[in-house]
């Protein structure tokens, strides 16, 4: 006779699920039989943060949830900021955690958390199971709100009596399709009628734009409008292919060279964008351009976003609808045409300086020379982020996976690691500041021990670079930022990964190459000039508009 564990198991079968992410615990023990005899792939990791930040991962590169599992009290606690980071960047996900029997307690409180409770404000839903048999429905509806707009993180929680009770006659729920919403036909009417009475319109792609199931109707979009465009940090890449009308990326809310194409626009139709990232650009209440809200759900109006008007329904069905009207009809401003080369310039500008310490933008500019259109590079978060966001251009969607809603450092080595599992066949890199890939390293054995092929680079300044930046461009003393780093190229070698170093600037490329040839986990440690961060992102930005206050 099945029990609830092997219910739950063959629930997550029926939804396609072919790894769990995480480490189990006592509680866990029934479950981790069932997965034993099952077609699910569990992949142990050495942390249940890393574990959430894969299955997250797996969310955004597929659209499907990734699932991770933990046992009680700390084990679930462990997976709260990889709750945080999935449900702030809308990647869907499904959390699995034991707990003690519910119907008895012959440990009193021991190791007894409240794990629902503490879910609910870092998950779209959190439940705990108190019935065997209600196991099918609880699965199909969790996976059913994970992937539903706005896709985030759904939790459960499998009490240990629960999970061994035995159960019959119940059968999976069947997985149905789910047709989002189509926007109005009048709306898109009404917005194809703004756009066509703009003078110097622009599009901007934002965070619920860059969906895997959106890449071929955006991508379209685009060529069949020939508007210029820019994108939000995490919007970028949601267009495959270069483009003669891309603008560039809203790496900071203003004064950056970008910003020349907003402060030109007349009218800017907002594409997914999403207020839980910092803002791509701050509206103003008199005297700005209008703005167009295309979502799948109505705006959050903030005081730097408050749409004049809105188109509400499924993105791609809206942009295809947009697209029809406004094909052939369209002549984009030459003054902001124009802009570009300028803008593109600014951005290179030093991007083959051979200084060492190797400065910010030779990094990517290495980076991007090393990587093909298809590699994929998952930022850690750090103040080289704003560098990738600004200079790293890419060609093929989600292919620059960075986090600018939690923001939180740690997840750059288990994204990697799950794009490389996802795409075996294609060049992946990780890059991380020292501090971020330190909060996660120990995932460096799971990598290892699961054959994955992937490169690391840190970026070494022995600091929190980002913070110590902020520091001192507030006036305030260097102070509290610095730390010792471990040797690097031995730490990745006691985990039976390789490590190289970089000693000179021309070492990089060649370096990446041979990493890459070579295959299995490669750590390379490439010391970093962050000088260029105060000389480029405060002092010549702040000469191009000196009332701009630098967030």
Request: with cysteine; proline share 6%.
């Amino acid at each position: 006779m099945p029990k609830g564990s092997d219910l739950l198991v063959a629930a997550l079968e029926n939804e396609g699920v072919d790894r769990i992410f995480g480490v189990p615990g006592e509680e866990n023990l029934d479950v981790l039989e069932s997965l034993r005899t099952s077609g699910i792939e569990l992949v142990l990791t050495r942390h249940e943060q890393a574990a959430a930040f894969m299955a997250a991962t797996h969310g955004r590169l597929t659209g499907r949830p990734g699932v991770c599992l933990a046992t009680l009290g700390p084990g679930a606690l462990n997976l709260a900021t990889g709750a945080a980071y999935a449900h702030l960047g809308a990647m869907p996900m499904i959390l699995i955690t034991g707990q003690k029997p519910v119907m008895s307690a012959k440990q009193a409180r021991f190791q007894i958390v409240d794990i629902v409770a503490s879910m609910k404000p870092l998950t779209k839903m959190t439940r705990q199971i108190v019935n065997a048999a209600a196991i099918p429905a609880t699965v199909r509806d969790a996976f059913r709100v994970a992937i539903e707009e706005r896709p985030g993180p759904v939790h459960l929680e499998l009490p240990e009596d629960v999970a061994a009770e035995d159960v019959e006659n119940v059968s999976v729920i069947p997985v149905h399709p789910l047709e989002r919403p189509i926007a109005n036909a009048a709306a898109l009417d009404r917005a194809a009628e703004t756009i066509l009475a703009a003078k110097r319109p622009l599009v901007m792609i934002g965070a619920a734009g860059n969906r895997p199931s959106l890449v071929e109707a955006l991508s379209t979009f685009v060529r069949r409008i020939r508007l210029p465009f820019f994108n939000t940090q995490m919007g970028k890449g949601a267009v495959t292919g270069g483009s003669n009308v891309y603008m560039g990326t809203a790496a900071l809310s203003e004064g950056d060279y970008v910003h020349e194409a907003v402060e030109r626009a007349d009218l800017i139709v907002a594409i997914g964008h999403d207020t839980i990232e910092k803002p791509p650009f701050l509206m103003k209440s008199a005297g700005g351009p209008k703005v167009i809200h295309v979502g799948y759900q109505s705006a959050t109006v903030e005081q730097v976003y408050h749409p004049d008007f809105e188109v509400i329904g499924d993105i791609g069905a809206t942009v295809e609808g947009l697209g029809e009207r406004l094909e052939g009809r369209l002549s984009p401003d030459d003054g902001m045409l124009e802009l570009r080369p300028k803008i593109l310039a600014h951005i290179n500008d030093r991007a083959e300086e051979d200084r060492f310490p190797i400065t910010p933008q030779r990094i990517v500019h290495d980076v991007r020379k090393v990587m093909p259109e298809d590699g994929i590079v998952c930022l850690d978060n750090g103040m080289y982020k704003i560098w990738f966001a600004r200079n790293y251009r890419t060609h093929v969607a989600n292919t620059l996976l960075l986090d600018n809603a939690l923001a939180t450092m740690g997840a750059g080595l288990p994204s990697a690691m799950m794009a490389a599992m996802l795409h075996p066949d294609r060049r992946v890199m990780a890059v991380c500041g020292d501090g971020g890939f330190m909060m996660n390293s120990q995932e460096m054995e799971t990598a290892v021990r699961l054959g994955l092929n992937f490169v690391v680079v840190i970026l070494n300044d022995s600091a929190y670079g980002m913070i110590r930046w902020k520091q001192a461009v507030d006036g305030f003393e260097d102070f509290g930022m610095s730390f010792g780093n471990p040797d690097f190229v031995r730490y990745a070698e006691a985990y039976g990964a390789k490590g190289s170093r970089v000693t000179a600037v021309e070492d990089l490329v060649p370096m990446l190459e041979a990493a890459f040839a070579e295959g299995g986990v490669h750590l390379v440690d490439v010391p970093i000039d962050y000088s260029e961060n105060t000389r480029v992102l405060v002092d010549e930005l702040r000469n191009r508009t000196p009332d701009v206050e630098f967030a």
